[in-house]
C-alpha cells in the first residue's frame, strides 16, 4: 500500500486542522492505520491508531481530548482532527499502515508502510 499525507499547515495555538491520508490498493480495510509525528530533533511518536472497521481507537495522553483518528474505507483516506493545537504540537505528521495484526499498537516498528508526512507548525 502506498500512503499520501496531506492537511498540514501553519496555525496559531488554539487552531485546528485536519490532516489526511490517501491510500493506494483495494484492500485499505485489511490495515490497521496509525499517525506518528516527529518534532525537529526527537524521536518519531505515536499519536493515535484506529481499526479496521472504524471501531475501535488509540491515542497517545498527550492528544487525548483533542486529536480524534477516523477513515472512511469508501474512500480508502484515514483523518486526524487536531484541535486546541499547542505549540508543541509542531511536527511532521506520518500515517502509517499496519498488516496482518489483530490489535492497535503505538510501536512504530509495528507499521510497515509509510507516508511521506505533512508538516503542521503551531505559533504562539
Known amino acids: 500500500v502506498q500512503l499520501q499525507a496531506s492537511g498540514g499547515g501553519l496555525v496559531h495555538a488554539g487552531g485546528s486542522l485536519r490532516l489526511s491520508c490517501a491510500a493506494s490498493g483495494r484492500t485499505f480495510s485489511t490495515y490497521i492505520m496509525g499517525w506518528f509525528r516527529q518534532a525537529p530533533g526527537k524521536e518519531r511518536q505515536f499519536v493515535a491508531a484506529?481499526?479496521?472497521?472504524?471501531?475501535?481507537?488509540y491515542a497517545a495522553d498527550s492528544v487525548k481530548g483533542r486529536f480524534t483518528i477516523s477513515r472512511d474505507n469508501a474512500k480508502n483516506t484515514v483523518y486526524l482532527q487536531v484541535n486546541s493545537l499547542k505549540p508543541e504540537d509542531t511536527a511532521v505528521y506520518y500515517c502509517?499502515?499496519?498488516?496482518?495484526?489483530?490489535?492497535?499498537?503505538?510501536?512504530?516498528?509495528?507499521?510497515?508502510?509509510w507516508g511521506q508526512g505533512t508538516l503542521v507548525t503551531v505559533s504562539s
Open positions: 502509517a499502515a499496519r498488516e496482518g495484526a489483530l490489535y492497535l499498537s503505538a510501536v512504530y516498528s509495528a507499521y510497515a508502510y
Open positions: 484506529i481499526n479496521r472497521k472504524n471501531a475501535s481507537t
